[in-house]
Each structure stands twice: as C-alpha cells, then as structure tokens.
C-alpha cells in the first residue's frame, strides 16, 4: 500500500539554490537503507538543473545539468538495479526532452530505452503503480501511456508495451490513481486502466463530460479526486470509478 503523511512546512534552510531561474519543483526523495532507516532528500529542479539538499554542508549540490527548462514530473520508484536496498530506491525524472533515473549517487540517461520499445517523443508525465513506471506526454503518441518492464524502467521498454485511450481519439494530459487502479486525465475525458500485470492492463473510460488540462491538477485526497481544467476544479467520486471497473 501507500502512506502519506502532510504535516505542513518546515524550515530547511536559508541558503540560496545557486540559480537565477525559478524552483519549477520540489520533491521529496525517499530511500530506506539496509538497516531499515528511511532518509528523506529534498530534489529541486530550478532552470535547466536539478539539484539535492545537502544536510551536511547546508546547500544545495548539483545532481544533472543541460536539461530542459520545462516542469518536470519527478516520481520515487524501486528498481531492479543497484546492489543494496538503497541503490534500489530511486527517482525517475521526465521533462519532454530529457528521461533520467537517480539513485542519490549516480544519474542514469533512460531516454534510449523508453524510445527502444513503442516510444517516439521523451514522455512529460510520470506515475509509478503495481512496480511499473507509467509514462505520457509523448507528442508523437498523444493518446497512449507507456509502461516499463516491471521494476526495470533502465532497461529496453516492450514495443506494444502500451495502453490506448479512448480508441486512440483522446491526448492524454495527466497521471495519478484511483484505488488500485491508474486513473488517466483526458483532454475531453477520464479514464482508468484495471489490471496489475502488462498482459491485464485494460482502460475504461469512467467520465466522458469533463476534462483536465493539467498532470500537476489531479490530487486524491480521502475518497474524492481533484483536478483543474479553464473552467474550474472539477472533483470525482472514487468509488464511481471503482464500480465502473468491476
């Protein structure tokens, strides 16, 4: 399962980034070590660079330059690769041109294994659900959602490893979840994709009335989901959705 925990803000430090350009995102990047700790380390992308908070020294340390200057989806995810549990414990970072893995030490270019498989454009939206790496935003591919091989999103993805929505009439414009299920934002529509394995993914469209014009929009919260488009923020019920898929 999942577990969040919003307490509010805390003070972290005074120290500037380094960077004239604007904080286009914060990101909290969770590793569990072997022992069982957790550490929690604040990523930040601001103008063509990302960075992590170092505790020790108090500023912020370069992580990956020459990026792109578009907002990034930023996701924590487990994968196959690495030696220890920490290693395992990664963020997936995607901004329409670049597609990165970061495993708090090194910095692994994807971008040539998502575009091996069905993959043409570099995706703009992440998500992580049942231990696959959804990814959208492909330009060349608006209505589909990409998935990884399972816990290996730094290996070649599958050619007909994905999923499309509203029999290819749709663009996709955003990721999050619904119960077990991913939840899709559509243009024009919301959708869900049911299943747990690649060989079960199957996409149902749950609302046809209303669509979303942001990723960053969509938030559960409890039994509702929130999302915005230019006529306002729109909420859904979950449990709709979950009778739709069963």
Same mark, same amino acid.
């Given at each position: ?13 005074? #120290?500037?980034?380094? !960077?004239? !350009?604007k904080v286009q995102a914060i990101h909290d990047f969770v590793q569990r070590k072997a022992d069982g700790s957790i550490t929690h380390t604040t990523i930040i992308k601001a103008g063509t660079v990302v960075y992590k908070f170092n505790a020790s020294t108090g500023v912020f340390d370069q992580v ?6 578009? %907002? ?11 030696? #220890? ?9 995607? /901004? ?8 708090? #030490?090194? $910095? ?11 993959? #043409? /454009? ?5 998500? !992580? %659900? &049942?231990?696959?790496? $959804? ?7 608006? /209505?589909?959602?990409?998935? *990884? ?7 070649? $993805?599958? *050619?007909?490893?994905?999923?499309? @929505?509203?029999?290819?009439?749709? %663009? ?18 919301? &959708? @869900?994709?049911?299943? %747990? ?15 979303? *014009?942001? &990723? ?16 306002? @923020? ?13």
């Amino acid at each position: 399962g999942k577990l969040e925990s919003r307490g509010g803000s805390f003070y972290l430090t005074t #120290t500037t980034v380094g !960077a004239t !350009a604007k904080v286009q995102a914060i990101h909290d990047f969770v590793q569990r070590k072997a022992d069982g700790s957790i550490t929690h380390t604040t990523i930040i992308k601001a103008g063509t660079v990302v960075y992590k908070f170092n505790a020790s020294t108090g500023v912020f340390d370069q992580v990956q330059t020459g990026l792109s200057e578009s %907002k990034p989806s930023i996701v924590n995810f487990i994968s196959n690769a690495g030696s #220890t549990p920490e290693d395992r414990e990664v963020i997936i970072y995607a /901004d329409g041109t670049n597609l990165g893995m970061y495993n708090g #030490t090194t $910095w692994t270019d994807i971008a040539s294994n998502f575009t091996a498989g069905g993959g #043409t /454009d570099i995706p703009r939206y992440l998500f !992580a %659900k &049942h231990n696959f790496l $959804w990814a959208t935003g492909d330009d060349s591919n608006p /209505d589909k959602v990409f998935f *990884s091989p399972l816990l290996a999103p730094d290996t070649n $993805w599958g *050619s007909n490893d994905w999923v499309r @929505i509203a029999g290819g009439l749709e %663009k996709v414009i955003g990721l999050n979840e619904v119960y077990d299920h991913l939840f899709v934002a559509g243009q024009n529509s919301m &959708h @869900i994709i049911t299943g %747990k394995t690649s060989s079960d993914f199957s996409p149902i469209q749950v609302s046809g009335e209303v669509g979303c *014009s942001s &990723h960053w929009s969509i938030v559960p919260v409890e039994s509702d989901i929130f999302w915005a488009n230019e006529t306002g @923020i729109h909420v859904g019920r979950l449990r709709a959705a979950e009778d739709r898929a069963s």
